[in-house]
């Protein structure tokens, strides 16, 4: 089965193959927790969001046809997961916002000061300093590396995931990785 490509997986799939969804899902499922872990910057989401973005592939399986694919698709699902996710996120924080000040009062809860960039390198904790120059980058550049790096995707698959010409593609990711280096280079 390893031999077959994830379009004929899928068409297995579709017609019930559960041999074929778990080899899909040993296939993709690290490259796409990689990528939802530095776009959420949470990996206990990330992780549910992996799951989620699994099971909606499965109960889209008999509408599955192969127009795209399949990693396009995929990652299509897990962008439209993790925004529909960080919406909910966000009403969610809205809505307790008030009652949290109300609770905490005035000039309490701030937020504990953390150690910027510079203290983690001095420390060697080089992922985190890496995450860390991702996450300032703007969004488009982040999700357009993020998709490229650590997914895997082709820049055609990118264009199509993120709704972006392939020109852009280009530009944002030839930018992202530009700034990312000036990043990093501050760091040290």
Excluded at 4 to 25: I, S
Excluded at 37 to 61: I, K, M, N
Excluded at 66 to 90: C, D, E, H, I
Excluded at 176 to 188: P, T
Aim: hydrophobic residues 45%.
């Amino acid at each position: 089965m390893d031999e077959l490509t994830d379009e004929q997986l899928m068409l297995l799939v579709k017609h019930d193959n559960a041999e074929a969804f778990d080899r899909l899902f040993r296939r993709h499922g690290r490259r796409l927790l990689g990528y939802l872990s530095r776009t959420c910057g949470d990996r206990g989401d990330a992780e549910d969001l992996v799951q989620e973005v699994f099971l909606a592939v499965f109960r889209a399986r008999k509408d599955w046809r192969p127009v795209a694919r399949f990693s396009t698709w995929l990652y299509t699902m897990a962008r439209n997961a993790r925004a529909n996710r960080w919406k909910q996120g966000m009403r969610e924080r809205a809505r307790t916002a008030g009652f949290a000040a109300e609770r905490i009062g005035p000039g309490r809860g701030a937020a504990p000061a953390c150690d910027g960039p510079p203290q983690r390198l001095a420390a060697g904790e080089t992922e985190a300093a890496v995450a860390s120059a991702i996450a300032r980058l703007p969004a488009r550049q982040r999700e357009v590396l993020l998709l490229r790096e650590v997914a895997g995707l082709a820049y055609e698959e990118i264009a199509e995931v993120a709704s972006l010409a392939l020109g852009t593609v280009k530009t944002e990711l030839h930018r992202a990785r530009r700034r990312l280096a000036g990043i990093l280079d501050d760091l040290r």
